[in-house]
C-alpha cells in the first residue's frame, strides 16, 4: 500500500509539472505567474482529493485528473481577466500610453545623450526636461537651492505629495559611440556612462502620466518632479535637502539604469570626497634643488600614508583617488599639485572617523615634505536608508510591468557587447527577468553612493534599477554608454517610468502604505536623528568639473 501511495506521488507530481509547463506555454507570464503562486496548489488539491477518493482505474483517473487541472486553469484565467479593478484598468493604460509614447521619450533621452553635459553644466539638458513639463502643465521652479541647472516642477494639490527624482549629468572621460565596440567620440569631453540622460526622461515620463491621472480622477494629490544636477560627486540633491525642498513630501520615488531588474531594500556607500591642495616652492630641479620643496611630493607622502592605512580599518571600506595636477615639467620642482580623495563606508560614524585620518595624512604629509595644504570638500553624500515597505510595492509594480525583451537587432548589439565581459558574460535574456524580492536584500549594499541618500533620510524613499545596460554591464563604462544611448537604454527607462507611475498610483490610491512606510523610515531613522549634511555649510561647487 505505501509503495502504491508513493507512485501515485510521484506521477501526480510529474502531472502537475505537466500542467504547469502547459499553463506557461499558452497563458500570459503576469497571470501564470498569479495563478502559479496562489490558484494551482488550490486547484492541485481539489483535484488531488479526487484523484484519491473515487474508485476508476488508474489510466483514466489520469486523463480525468489532466482534464479537470486544464478545465481549473482556464476558468480562473477568466477569472483574473474579470477581476480587474479601476485601479489596475488605470495602471494598464499607463503601461500602454507609455509604450505608445516610446518614440518621443526616446528622443529626449537621446539628445540629452548628445548634449553630454557635465555635473553643474547640464544647462540644455535642464532646459529640455523643464520645456517637457511645461507643456504637460506643470508649474517650473527653476535655480533652486543655489543650482541654476535643477528645478522642481509641481502638478496637483493637497496630500499625498509624491516626489519623483531625476537626474541628467554625464561623466568625464566617457564620450562613446551607440556602437558594441569601443569607440570613443573624438573631442567630446563626457559620456553618459551612467545612464542620466534615461534617468531624467523616465522621470518625466512617469510624472506626466501621474499628473494626467490626478486630472482624469480628480483625487487629491500632488506631484513633484526634481529635476537635480550634478549626482557625480556634485551631490547636487545635499543642497536641495539642506535648503528644506523635501520638507512637504511624503514619499519620494526614484531610480536608476542598470543592468538588472530590481527592486529591493538595499543601502549604498556614505561617500565623502575632497580636493586636497598642497603648495610648495618652485625651483631649478637639477640646479638648485635644496631651495626647492615639491608640492607633488606632498601629495605622494599622502597617498603613501592613506595606501598604508588601508590594512588598519574596515576592510570594507573604500578610498580612491586620482592626482588631478602634479606638476607641468620634470625639471621644475612643482610649487603646485594637487590629489583627489573619495572614501566610501556603509556607516556614517566609520566613514567620518576613516576622514579624520584621511585628513591628518595630508596634514602629516605636508609637514614631512616642508610644503602646505588645504583641502575643500566638494561632496558627501548619506548611504540610502532603505524602506521595505515601499520596496515591496515597487516590487510588485515591475513584476506586473516585466522586463526588457531585446528584438533580433537589440539582441546582436547585446551579445557582441557582452562578448567583451570575459568572464563576467551573462545569458543576455536575463534583461527580460525581474530579480526575485528577497528580505535579506535589506542587509545588501552597492558599492556606489548616492545623493539620494540624504532624501533618503529625510523623507521615505524608494528606488528600482532596470536593465537598460546589457546583462553584466558594469556602470561608468563604454558599454553602459553606449547601451544609454540606444533602443537598449531606452527601453529599459520606458520599463522603469510604468514602475514608477504606477507605484505612485497605489501610494495616491491607498493612504495605509504611506503611513506604514513613515513608521518603519521613523524607526530606522532613530528618534533623536537630525540632518546634517556631510559637506558642511559650503556652497555648492559648481565649477567642479570646469
Ligand atoms: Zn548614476
Given at each position: 500500500?505505501?509503495?502504491?501511495?508513493?507512485?501515485?506521488?510521484?506521477?501526480?507530481?510529474?502531472?502537475?509539472?505537466?500542467?504547469?509547463?502547459?499553463?506557461?506555454?499558452?497563458?500570459?507570464?503576469?497571470?501564470?505567474?498569479?495563478?502559479?503562486?496562489?490558484?494551482?496548489?488550490?486547484?492541485?488539491?481539489?483535484?488531488?482529493?479526487?484523484?484519491?477518493?473515487?474508485?476508476?482505474?488508474?489510466?483514466?483517473?489520469?486523463?480525468?485528473?489532466?482534464?479537470?487541472?486544464?478545465?481549473?486553469?482556464?476558468?480562473?484565467?477568466?477569472?483574473?481577466?474579470?477581476?480587474?479593478?479601476?485601479?489596475?484598468?488605470?495602471?494598464?493604460?499607463?503601461?500602454?500610453?507609455?509604450?505608445?509614447?516610446?518614440?518621443?521619450?526616446?528622443?529626449?533621452?537621446?539628445?540629452?545623450?548628445?548634449?553630454?553635459?557635465?555635473?553643474?553644466?547640464?544647462?540644455?539638458?535642464?532646459?529640455?526636461?523643464?520645456?517637457?513639463?511645461?507643456?504637460?502643465?506643470?508649474?517650473?521652479?527653476?535655480?533652486?537651492?543655489?543650482?541654476?541647472?535643477?528645478?522642481?516642477?509641481?502638478?496637483?494639490?493637497?496630500?499625498?505629495?509624491?516626489?519623483?527624482?531625476?537626474?541628467?549629468?554625464?561623466?568625464?572621460?566617457?564620450?562613446?559611440?551607440?556602437?558594441?565596440?569601443?569607440?570613443?567620440?573624438?573631442g567630446q569631453r563626457g559620456g553618459h556612462g551612467c545612464g542620466h540622460n534615461l534617468f531624467g526622461t523616465a522621470s518625466v515620463a512617469a510624472a506626466v502620466e501621474v499628473k494626467n491621472w490626478l486630472q482624469k480622477t480628480g483625487k487629491s494629490g500632488?506631484?513633484?518632479?526634481?529635476?537635480?544636477?550634478?549626482?557625480?560627486?556634485?551631490?547636487?540633491?545635499?543642497?536641495?535637502?539642506?535648503?528644506?525642498?523635501?520638507?512637504?513630501?511624503?514619499?519620494?520615488?526614484?531610480?536608476?539604469?542598470?543592468?538588472?531588474?530590481?527592486?529591493?531594500?538595499?543601502?549604498?556607500?556614505?561617500?565623502?570626497?575632497?580636493?586636497?591642495?598642497?603648495?610648495?616652492?618652485?625651483?631649478?630641479?637639477?640646479?638648485?634643488?635644496?631651495?626647492?620643496?615639491?608640492?607633488?611630493?606632498?601629495?605622494?607622502?599622502?597617498?603613501?600614508?592613506?595606501?598604508?592605512?588601508?590594512?588598519?580599518?574596515?576592510?570594507?571600506?573604500?578610498?580612491?583617488?586620482?592626482?588631478?595636477?602634479?606638476?607641468?615639467?620634470?625639471?621644475?620642482?612643482?610649487?603646485?599639485a594637487e590629489v583627489y580623495y573619495y572614501a566610501r563606508h556603509k556607516d556614517r560614524a566609520i566613514l567620518q572617523s576613516i576622514w579624520k585620518r584621511i585628513e591628518n595624512a595630508a596634514q602629516g604629509a605636508a609637514q614631512g615634505t616642508g610644503t602646505k595644504v588645504e583641502w575643500e570638500v566638494l561632496g558627501g553624500v548619506y548611504n540610502l536608508l532603505p524602506n521595505v515597505t515601499l520596496a515591496k510595492v515597487v516590487h510588485a509594480n515591475l513584476s506586473k510591468v516585466g522586463g526588457v525583451v531585446y528584438n533580433e537587432t537589440e539582441k546582436q548589439f547585446a551579445e557582441k557587447i557582452a562578448d567583451t565581459f570575459g568572464e563576467q558574460k551573462q545569458p543576455v535574456t536575463n534583461a527580460a527577468q525581474i530579480k526575485n524580492w528577497q528580505d535579506a536584500s535589506e542587509n545588501a549594499t552597492s558599492g556606489g553612493s548616492t545623493d539620494v541618500g540624504d532624501v533618503s533620510w529625510v523623507v521615505p524613499t524608494v528606488g528600482l534599477g532596470t536593465a537598460t545596460w546589457v546583462p553584466g554591464t558594469s556602470a561608468h563604462s563604454w558599454q553602459s554608454t553606449a547601451t544609454s544611448g540606444m533602443s537598449i537604454g531606452q527601453k529599459g527607462m520606458i520599463v522603469a517610468a510604468k514602475t514608477l507611475a504606477t507605484t505612485a498610483l497605489d501610494l495616491y490610491s491607498d493612504p495605509s502604505i504611506i503611513e506604514q512606510a513613515r513608521v518603519e523610515w521613523q524607526n530606522k531613522r532613530g528618534a533623536n536623528f537630525s540632518y546634517e549634511a556631510l559637506l558642511g555649510n559650503r556652497k555648492p561647487a559648481l565649477d567642479y568639473r570646469k
Open positions: 500500500m505505501y509503495e502504491k501511495i508513493k507512485i501515485l506521488d510521484c506521477l501526480l507530481a510529474i502531472i502537475y509539472q505537466e500542467s504547469v509547463s502547459i499553463a506557461i506555454k499558452t497563458h500570459k507570464k503576469a497571470l501564470v505567474r498569479q495563478m502559479f503562486s496562489v490558484d494551482l496548489k488550490k486547484m492541485f488539491t481539489r483535484n488531488f482529493y479526487f484523484f484519491t477518493s473515487t474508485k476508476l482505474a488508474l489510466p483514466m483517473k489520469k486523463i480525468i485528473w489532466v482534464a479537470c487541472m486544464l478545465a481549473s486553469l482556464s476558468t480562473s484565467a477568466q477569472k483574473k481577466k474579470s477581476v480587474s479593478t479601476p485601479l489596475e484598468n488605470d495602471k494598464q493604460a499607463i503601461i500602454s500610453n507609455l509604450d505608445h509614447r516610446f518614440d518621443e521619450y526616446a528622443g529626449i533621452s537621446k539628445q540629452i545623450w548628445n548634449f553630454a553635459e557635465l555635473g553643474y553644466l547640464e544647462e540644455k539638458s535642464s532646459v529640455l526636461l523643464q520645456e517637457q513639463l511645461k507643456k504637460e502643465g506643470f508649474t517650473v521652479e527653476t535655480g533652486i537651492a543655489g543650482i541654476p541647472t535643477a528645478f522642481v516642477a509641481t502638478y496637483g494639490t493637497g496630500k499625498p505629495v509624491v516626489g519623483i527624482l531625476g537626474e541628467y549629468d554625464a561623466l568625464p572621460g566617457l564620450a562613446q559611440e551607440a556602437t558594441p565596440e569601443m569607440k570613443p567620440i573624438a500632488t506631484v513633484k518632479i526634481f529635476g537635480c544636477p550634478a549626482e557625480e560627486g556634485g551631490s547636487g540633491k545635499v543642497y536641495m535637502v539642506r535648503e528644506g525642498y523635501f520638507n512637504d513630501v511624503d514619499v519620494v520615488l526614484h531610480w536608476h539604469p542598470s543592468s538588472a531588474n530590481a527592486a529591493d531594500a538595499s543601502t549604498s556607500l556614505a561617500n565623502i570626497n575632497a580636493k586636497f591642495r598642497f603648495k610648495g616652492i618652485a625651483a631649478h630641479a637639477a640646479a638648485s634643488p635644496e631651495r626647492g620643496r615639491s608640492a607633488l611630493d606632498g601629495v605622494e607622502a599622502m597617498n603613501y600614508m592613506v595606501n598604508m592605512m588601508r590594512e588598519h580599518i574596515p576592510q570594507d571600506t573604500r578610498i580612491h583617488y586620482v592626482i588631478t595636477k602634479g606638476g607641468e615639467a620634470p625639471n621644475v620642482v612643482p610649487a603646485y
